[in-house]
Structures are given as C-alpha cells and as structure tokens.
C-alpha cells in the first residue's frame, strides 16, 4: 500500500473505532517503512508476531510506542522478548512463564501479560483451553515479574465475523470469570481479540485491543 493509503487508513481507524479499544497494527511482513508511516499517522502499538524481526523494526523505529508480541513465544526466546516487549499477548505455557518472568526480574522489569486461549479448542494450535485458563491464570499470580492483564484469541481461521463470534463469546467469558477470580497480583482489564475481518464482532462480544494488519497495510504478499 501507498504511504498515503497506510496514513488514511490509520485515520480511518481510530476515527471509528470505539475510545475504549486499543487499535495494535499487526506488523509481520511489514517493512519499517510502512509501520513507520502508520506511526506518524497515529498509531501506537504494534504487535509483532517474530521476535527477531520484531527486535529489527524496534531498533530502526524506536520505543515511542508500545511493542507487543502477538506470536507464540518459545521458551528459549524469553530473554529477547524480555528486552524487547512491552506487553507480551500470547502466553500460554507455566513453563515459558517462569523463564519470562525469570529474565525480566534480572532486568528489574514487570512485563504484562496476556494469556492466550485457543478458543477454537484445535489441538495443533497455539494456547490453553479456556478450562485450563483458571489454573495457569492462578500460577502466574505467583510470579512477581509478570502481570495478568487479560486475555487474547485467534479463534479458527475464518474471514466470516458471524463465525468467529461464537469464540469471542467463550473468551468473553473466560475473561470476565477471571476478573472476579481474585488472581493475586494481576489486573484482569484486556481482552484482545479480532482481526481486520473480523474486529468488529470482537468488539460487539467485548474485545476492546484489537490486532489489524491487511486494514491497514494492504493485502499480505
Ligand atoms: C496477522 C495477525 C493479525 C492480523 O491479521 P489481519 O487479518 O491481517 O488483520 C492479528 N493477530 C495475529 C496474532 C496475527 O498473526
């Protein structure tokens, strides 16, 4: 896309999107320059989904917005995203947890979390069961450098908001029994869920951060 269609389309967005929902460009594929002009439109957050190239685009666009990991995060890349995140959306193994939370107390930093649910209940996919959220979502209010701030989905791949809706609507619910779960340590208050096609279902069933690339960007190549 154009720089001029990448600006107008961020306007668009934050135009129209409701004030309580936090608008994260999706930046995998992304050059700098396209999230870049995106920045200097408005935006200000980016998920990325790769943590080196991820800790490339940082390094060339700086931390004048906040960095989010929206990929899955393997054990052994907790001290890159560690350094370089400033929430971290797809949590979803104690594991991982204790090395994140392991690397960012080495760097006096607490990191927010989200936990990610694989609502689609597919087992080759990324993120707990929505049964299994209660109990990691209590194990993590152990870890003093890590903060549960709520909760993120995919849901099956589908284009169609009408057939997404019934996973946001589990996540929903997952979220809300969370928030009143008395976690120690956590702030329940995000739930991150829709993509270009389907943001605004998410937010009818309660998103309010929304993760958006082709919107923005143009079509992936
Ligand atoms: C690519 C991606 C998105 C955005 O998808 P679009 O359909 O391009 O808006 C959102 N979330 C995650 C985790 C992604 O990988």
Known sequence: MSAHSITDAVEELCRTLPS???????????????VRTAIEGGLTHVGHNYVQEAEKMINSLGRDVKWHLIGHLQRNKAKKAA???????????????QALDRHCGAMGK???????????????????????????????????????????????VTDEPE??????RTTRETFERLKTAGIPNADVRWLSMGMSSTYRAAIDEGANMVRIGTKLFGDRA
Do not use: C, Q
């Not at 309580?20 to 396209?34: I, S």
């Not at 350094?83 to 947890?97: C, I, K, Y």
């Not at 707990?128 to 709520?150: I, K, Q, S, T, W």
């Open 20 to 34: 309580h929902v936090t608008l994260v460009a999706a930046a995998k594929t992304r050059t700098p320059d396209e």
């Open 83 to 97: 350094e370089l995140f400033d929430m971290v959306e797809t949590l979803d193994s104690w594991r991982t947890a």
């Open 110 to 156: 607490i990191m927010p979390v989200l936990v990610e649910i694989n609502s689609g209940l597919e087992p080759a996919k990324a993120g707990v069961f929505p049964d299994e959220a209660d109990d990691l979502a209590m194990r993590l209010g152990e870890l003093r450098h890590l903060r549960l701030e709520g909760l993120m989905t995919m849901g099956p």
């Open 163 to 168: 057939e997404a809706r019934p996973y946001f």
